[in-house]
């Protein structure tokens, strides 16, 4: 998802000291290693209000497919 044409604007954060000397000491690169971290949670965030959003439509749709099977399930040889 990171791409090397997306615009950058710089900002501060705050870290403790001790965790920037460790980053630092393992030559983690920080803006690379937080925009991923942002992208996973909102991966995660969208995730989770997509799934809210459509739970209902989940639901009967699991229901639908309890009550019927799914399409083609009767065209299966075993």
Excluded: Y
């Excluded at 998802?1 to 710089?10: F, G, N, V, Y």
């Excluded at 954060?13 to 920037?20: E, F, N, Y």
């Excluded at 995660?44 to 083609?72: H, M, P, Q, Y």
């Amino acid at each position: 998802m990171t791409s090397p044409q997306r615009a950058k604007k710089a900002v501060n954060v705050s870290i403790s000291a001790d965790l920037l000397a460790a980053a630092r000491d393992c030559d983690i690169n920080l803006s690379a290693t937080l925009e991923a971290a942002l992208e996973l949670q909102l991966r995660k965030r969208r995730r989770d209000e997509w799934l809210a959003s459509n739970a209902n439509s989940i639901e009967a749709c699991n229901r639908d497919v309890e009550e019927r099977g799914t399409f083609g399930e009767t065209l299966r040889s075993f």
